[in-house]
Nanobody
Framework: QVRLEESGGGFVQAGDSLRLSCATSGGTFRVYPMGWFRQAPGKERELVAH????????YYSNSVEGRFTISRDNAKNTVYLQMNSLNPEDTAVYYC????????????????????WGQGTQVTVSS
């Protein structure tokens, strides 16, 4: 079975930083496009960032671009999300997602384009 497990969430103050990790197992991670999504109470799940399996192509939502950085270490089967300058609007459950194959030359931006999901990690940012 393909498993994804997020970690690194927590309760922080505005302006703080967090680094989320997503450990994967049971699949061919090196060819999986990977994404980070988040979901706040009462809202739909939304894209945060995407990274192609090559690691050279990334995409960020407008709300996080310039503050967050997605990266991956294929040797460790792990994807990361470095979150800087956090603000209360970043408060949400953050989910790691993997697509079972795909192109290294395009972005995958919607939840339905992904096949595997972690359980989520809570990020809460106080003002």
């Amino acid at each position: 079975q393909v498993r994804l497990e997020e970690s690194g969430g927590g309760f922080v103050q505005a302006g703080d930083s967090l680094r989320l990790s997503c450990a994967t197992s049971g699949g061919t991670f090196r060819v999986y496009p990977m994404g980070w999504f988040r979901q706040a109470p009462g809202k739909e799940r939304e894209l945060v960032a995407h990274i192609a399996w090559s690691g050279t192509r990334t995409y960020y939502s407008n709300s996080v671009e310039g503050r967050f950085t997605i990266s991956r270490d294929n040797a460790k089967n792990t994807v990361y999300l470095q979150m800087n300058s956090l603000n209360p609007e970043d408060t949400a459950v953050y989910y790691c997602a993997a697509r079972n194959g795909g192109s290294a030359n395009r972005d995958y931006l919607t939840p339905r384009e992904y096949n595997f999901w972690g359980q989520g990690t809570q990020v809460t940012v106080s003002s």
